[in-house]
């Protein structure tokens, strides 16, 4: 019993001084290491609030900061214990090529996602024009984004739709011209019509002055001359400036004795020749 009270001893004395102090180690390991990753999430997202990044990317980027720190810090413990970490590596690096290989789609989108949170080429409450739909900007979330369409439908769109084609931002600008056609009689005088059209346009409130409105003869159709009409007004007032100036230069129009044509079409008829008897 001697013995075995001795050998036990002197295993436990072996035990402790060898894994002892690298139990002790990675403890402390630990927990150093993660008040270092906490201290890199919070200095990550002090850069970029003082960046001006947009709000939805920041915890995104300071959470895969400290995840990533975490990951070094785990490696470092298991590094402690003698287990090899090339090969532990290793097996994370396949296992994440294959998960990316398999989820690659979604990769795309969240990737297109960090892009359009970087570079912003529109912002919530714009009215944009992406993947062929048209609707005002709800939330740009790391893999798709919502739009709500004019007739209040919510289109969810990805990320990889929109940002590897054309955008259109109706509401980027803080002005926007409005294009309307304007047609009169080939019978009516021009020069009545042109006055009469730069008239109703100068005297709307919601149109700028600066850039002058345009008013000229652009096309002798079929059944119309055709003025260009292009005032410009602030973005927010477009459709109200062209549902209200559209309206109003057909009754001035109509007032100062042009006329608004319609598609005509002469019909010329010739007796048929008499058979012979």
């Given amino acids: 019993m001697q013995f075995d009270a001795e050998s036990l001893a002197a295993l436990a004395s072996t035990l402790v001084t060898t894994w002892g102090l690298r139990v002790v180690g990675a403890i402390a390991v630990l927990?150093?290491?993660?008040?270092?990753?906490?201290?890199?999430?919070?200095?990550?997202?002090?850069?970029?609030?003082?960046?001006?990044?947009?709000?939805?990317?920041?915890?995104?980027l300071s959470g895969f900061v400290y995840s990533l720190a975490i990951a070094f810090v785990v490696i470092a413990v298991l590094g402690l214990f003698g287990i090899p970490t090339a090969s532990f590596v290793a097996v994370l690096g396949a296992a994440g090529l294959a998960i990316g290989l398999a989820m690659q789609g979604t990769f795309s989108n969240f990737a297109a996602g960090v892009m359009l949170l970087v570079f912003r080429p529109f912002k919530m409450g714009d009215v944009v024009e992406v993947a062929g739909s048209l609707g005002k900007v709800q939330e740009i979330g790391i893999f798709t984004t919502t739009m709500n369409t004019p007739d209040n439908i919510q289109v969810i769109v990805p990320n990889a739709q929109i940002f590897g084609q054309v955008i259109k931002n109706v509401t980027g600008n803080d002005t926007r011209r409005v294009d309307l056609i304007m047609g009169v009689s080939y019978e009516d005088d021009l020069s009545v019509a042109k006055q009469t059209i730069e008239r109703v346009v100068a005297a709307h409130p919601m149109v700028l002055e600066d850039p002058a409105p345009v008013v000229a003869v652009a096309e002798l159709a079929d059944s119309s001359v055709n003025f260009v009409v292009r005032p410009w007004c602030k973005t927010d007032d477009y459709f109200t400036v062209r549902w209200e100036v559209t309206r109003q230069l057909k009754e001035e129009l109509e007032a100062a004795g042009c006329s608004i044509p319609?598609?005509?079409?002469?019909?010329?008829?010739?007796?048929?020749?008499?058979?012979?008897?």
């Fill in 262 to 277: 319609f598609p005509q079409r002469d019909v010329h008829l010739f007796p048929a020749e008499q058979s012979a008897a």
């Fill in 31 to 60: 927990i150093i290491g993660r008040m270092a990753a906490r201290w890199l999430r919070g200095l990550t997202k002090r850069a970029l609030e003082r960046g001006k990044t947009e709000p939805t990317l920041i915890p995104f």
